[in-house]
């Protein structure tokens, strides 16, 4: 589990290694004012500061990106860290002029229902449509299920395999049944969906 804002740059590098590593993580989003997973933050980790990660898998809780990044290597790599994810302060500038462009989205929060189950999203780092498919999950504070599929995943193929063609951000929503591709559809979907006051 991660919790996270999506415009931070410290949570986007880590972001980045969760897709080098191909892993598939449950988000649970902190935008400004979000209600329900700041708190949470604060009450599973003693401070309110983010990204904050648990593994399920081993019980291991920790913040800062930096050790993050080196646990997920370690525990799930073989324990190289890519150049770019490992100059510290360099890392930290480049990972925010990648949100740059966008910076006012994906940090704030759209009051929402908070669904029983979390959505499933397919999508990697670096794509322009599953971002914006990603930031209005954050924004409606809806945990997800994010399955990483960068070039080279071999989730890519079980994608095409089960669907006839491969093509990301695609959303299982195990709460309606809704499956679907198209980032602006993805995004009205969840709009009309979960937000309490769908525009
Ligand atoms: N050294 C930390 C810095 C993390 C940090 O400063 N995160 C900011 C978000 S970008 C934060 O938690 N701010 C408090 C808040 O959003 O309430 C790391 O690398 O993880």
């Known amino acids: 589990m ?16 969760v897709a080098v590593l191909d892993l598939d993580v449950l988000f649970y989003p902190c935008p400004q004012k979000g209600p329900t997973f700041r708190p949470k933050v604060l009450e599973m980790g003693g401070k309110k500061q983010f990204p904050y990660m648990v593994d399920p898998n081993t019980g291991v809780a920790m913040y800062e990106s930096d050790d993050i990044i080196k646990y997920l290597a ?24 990648a949100t740059i462009w966008r910076i006012w989205k994906g940090s704030s929060y759209t009051v929402s229902k908070l669904p029983p189950q979390p959505i499933e999203i397919w999508a990697y780092e670096g794509s322009p449509f599953c971002k914006i498919a990603r930031e209005a999950l954050v924004e409606l504070e809806l945990p997800h299920l994010l399955h990483s599929c960068a070039r080279g995943s071999p989730k890519r193929q079980e994608i095409f395999k089960k669907l006839g ?13 809704v499956k679907m591709f198209e980032s602006s559809e993805i995004v009205e979907y969840l709009k009309a969906t979960y937000s309490l006051y769908p525009q």
């Open 2 to 17: 991660l919790a996270k804002t999506f415009s931070c740059p410290f949570c986007r590098k880590v972001r980045e290694m």
């Open 74 to 97: 370690d525990t799930y790599g073989d324990g190289t860290i890519p150049i770019m994810l490992s100059l510290g302060l360099f890392t930290t500038i480049t990972a925010g002029l």
């Open 165 to 177: 063609l491969f093509q990301v951000p695609y959303i299982e929503d195990p709460n309606t049944g």
